[in-house]
């Protein structure tokens, strides 16, 4: 299709004896054609917010979107002549030209961020309740700690049954059995002595990185600085708090895989906020040059 206009431009244009023209019948062509490219651009947004629209499928909407809002721009400047003419008409192609790449900007996020969420967060979560699960996450390391070291003076429960972001139950006080069935555990409570390496590296250090995941300046914030840090508790800890220490460095990763995945969440959505205004923005103005034109 952009071959054949492509030809038919090249024709008008050295055969009109004062070059190509906006206003001319073939000038004209190419604006409706490139605004009306514009128009069904924008009608996704009004299909996907009525989904009781039943016409066509969203497939095809979507490739219609991509494909003809990027024709828009060549259809748009063949009816120009490639001169962004008055202020009107330069904001216009300014804004078309926004739109378009941040347009192919959003299409290549849409393939690039799935498959980067596939591979750094594999616990993913719903979105809306990253800020439940961090608060569960933060109760079960409390319960943890609590387990072996006593209670930490910070007014938490050590008997709550939680819900991890991997979806399983997190009862630190349930083992499995050489049969397979889940027994209680026998709480191991910690001297003070003993303990003390993992309390002061809970309530100085991990248990602020839950609460503050993106915090700058936290180590357990990098996973090779915190498999480092927990690999260093490991050693000043007894063989009966290792499973506790393991467990917590789980924790951590899993609250880095929600940082991670408000990031990426946060990349794929956020070129929308760019896109959309100027697209309607685009819309409006170019409704307004087409009547002032055909108006004057």
């Known amino acids: 299709m952009v071959v054949v206009f492509t030809a038919v431009y090249a024709a ?7 070059g190509p023209r906006g206003g001319s019948a073939l000038g004209l062509t190419f604006g409706v054609i490139g605004f009306g490219f514009m128009i069904f651009a924008a ?22 979107h991509l494909w003809l809002g990027l024709l828009s721009l060549p259809m748009i400047l063949f009816h120009g002549g490639f001169h962004f003419g008055g202020t009107l008409t330069r904001v216009l192609m300014w804004l078309l030209i926004i739109t378009v790449v941040s347009g192919v900007f959003g299409a290549g996020l849409q393939h690039y961020v799935p498959r980067v969420m596939t591979t750094d967060v ?12 961090r608060k569960l996450l933060r109760e079960e390391a409390d319960r943890g700690v609590e387990l072996i070291c006593g209670p930490l003076g910070i ?5 709550e049954e939680v819900q991890r972001a991997g979806g399983f139950s997190a009862a630190r006080t349930m083992v499995t059995s050489s049969s397979g069935a889940a027994v209680a555990a026998e709480t191991v409570v910690l001297s003070e002595e003993e303990c003390a390496p993992l309390r002061k590296f809970y309530l100085s250090e991990m248990r602020p990185f839950l609460e503050q ?11 090779d600085r915190a498999h480092g840090a927990f690999a260093g508790l490991q050693t000043l800890m007894p063989e009966a708090a290792q499973v506790t220490v ?13 940082v991670r995945q ?3 969440h946060h990349l ?14 685009l819309i409006l103005l170019g409704a307004v040059h087409a009547v002032m034109a055909l108006r004057y």
């Open 213 to 223: 995941p993106k915090m700058r300046g936290s180590r357990l914030s990098d996973a």
């Open 268 to 281: 794929l959505h956020g070129w929308l906020l760019v896109h959309i205004p100027i697209s309607l923005a």
């Open 246 to 258: 393991q467990d917590l460095e789980d924790i951590c990763d899993e609250a880095r895989q929600l």
């Open 262 to 264: 408000e990031q990426l």
């Open 155 to 159: 007014g938490k429960s050590a008997n």
């Open 43 to 64: 009608l996704l947004g009004a299909r996907k917010r009525v989904p009781t629209w039943r016409i066509g499928r969203a497939q095809a909407w979507m490739r219609g």
């Open 122 to 133: 594999k616990l993913e979560t719903i979105y809306d309740e990253i800020g439940n699960v």
């Open 12 to 18: 008008y244009a050295m055969r009109a004896p004062e």
